[in-house]
């Protein structure tokens, strides 16, 4: 049952074709028909995000928004320290994933968790602004994702955090101690993901570092499930936006 439900998430990704007339629709319509396995596969794909959301939980805060946040499973990965938080949202254009957050929750008593049909370049929390805001493999999906950072920047307290982890490639030149992709992987993996509309991008580290204050930034490489001589790049960084 497990490798037909990964036959069926595989076909979504390699072969249908995704439609819809705006950036809302298309996201419905690739995740409608694979919402209910969604986590298991990307499990396994999707690397990186325990330590990142782990680490931003332990740190505290009253609101927390997830930006891109799907199923909710991200949340997971924080802990027992996910209910320290007054309110955490998880903003998304797929409202089939947002009702398996809702599923999710019920489960798990989160009664401060609530799951948003938004567009995260433009969303405010109701309290105005955030202690911590997260992209999981979301701003790769997000047409517009430098004004999503912006928004992040806007809408986080001075001293907040931004956690990011998500697929990219290096630039041709990358900055001192970053890490330096060849030809083949720069090329092969933007044209790879852009068939499920998925745009891995050498801008992304260096438009973070710019409006932000590292505090960590990793740079790694994930296996890809069935393809195991074969290795995607993905970043994890955290960030502080700065109180001056």
Same mark, same amino acid.
């Not at 794909?45 to 325990?50: A, C, I, M, P, Y």
């Not at 309290?127 to 997260?134: C, M, P, Q």
């Given at each position: 049952?497990?490798?037909?439900?990964?036959?069926?998430?595989?076909?979504?990704?390699?072969?249908?074709?995704?439609?819809?007339?705006?950036?809302?629709?298309?996201?419905?319509?690739?995740?409608?028909?694979?919402?209910?396995?969604?986590?298991?596969?990307?499990?396994?794909?999707?690397?990186?995000?325990?330590?990142?959301?782990?680490?931003?939980?332990?740190?505290?805060?009253?609101?927390?928004?997830?930006?891109?946040?799907?199923?909710?499973?991200?949340?997971?990965?924080?802990?027992?320290?996910?209910?320290?938080?007054?309110?955490?949202y998880v903003v998304d254009l797929a409202?089939?994933?947002?009702?398996?957050?809702?599923?999710?929750s019920n489960k798990h008593g989160w009664?401060?968790?609530?799951?948003?049909?938004?567009?995260?370049?433009?969303?405010?929390?109701?309290? =105005?602004?955030?202690?911590?805001?997260?992209?999981?493999?979301?701003? #790769?999906?997000? &047409?517009? *994702? !430098? +004004?999503?950072?912006?928004?992040?920047?806007?809408?986080?307290?001075?001293?907040?955090?931004?956690?990011?982890?998500?697929?990219?490639?290096?630039?041709?030149?990358? =900055?001192?101690?970053?890490?330096?992709?060849?030809?083949?992987?720069? #090329?092969?993996? &933007?044209? *790879? !993901? +852009?068939?499920?509309?998925?745009?891995?991008n050498p801008d992304h580290i260096p438009?973070?570092?710019?409006?932000?204050?590292?505090?960590?930034?990793?740079?790694?490489?994930?296996?890809?499930?069935?393809?195991?001589?074969?290795?995607?790049?993905?970043?994890?960084?955290?960030?502080?936006?700065?109180?001056?």
């Amino acid at each position: 049952m497990a490798f037909l439900n990964d036959l069926k998430i595989l076909y979504h990704l390699a072969l249908r074709p995704v439609r819809g007339k705006n950036h809302a629709q298309r996201m419905e319509d690739f995740y409608s028909g694979q919402a209910t396995n969604y986590d298991d596969f990307r499990k396994r794909l999707l690397q990186g995000r325990e330590e990142v959301y782990e680490s931003l939980g332990r740190g505290g805060g009253r609101v927390w928004v997830d930006f891109g946040g799907g199923t909710g499973a991200n949340l997971e990965c924080i802990g027992e320290a996910i209910r320290a938080f007054e309110k955490i949202y998880v903003v998304d254009l797929a409202t089939s994933l947002l009702e398996v957050v809702r599923n999710r929750s019920n489960k798990h008593g989160w009664i401060n968790v609530e799951a948003v049909t938004a567009d995260a370049t433009q969303w405010t929390p109701p309290e =105005g602004s955030a202690d911590v805001v997260t992209f999981s493999y979301s701003l #790769t999906m997000i &047409p517009d *994702w !430098f +004004a999503a950072i912006d928004n992040a920047l806007r809408i986080l307290k001075p001293g907040g955090k931004i956690g990011v982890i998500d697929f990219y490639v290096a630039r041709k030149y990358p =900055g001192e101690s970053m890490s330096r992709h060849g030809w083949t992987t720069r #090329t092969f993996w &933007p044209m *790879w !993901f +852009a068939n499920d509309n998925v745009f891995p991008n050498p801008d992304h580290i260096p438009y973070l570092q710019r409006h932000f204050d590292t505090v960590l930034l990793n740079e790694k490489k994930a296996k890809v499930p069935y393809l195991p001589l074969v290795r995607t790049p993905y970043y994890q960084f955290i960030g502080q936006k700065r109180t001056g």
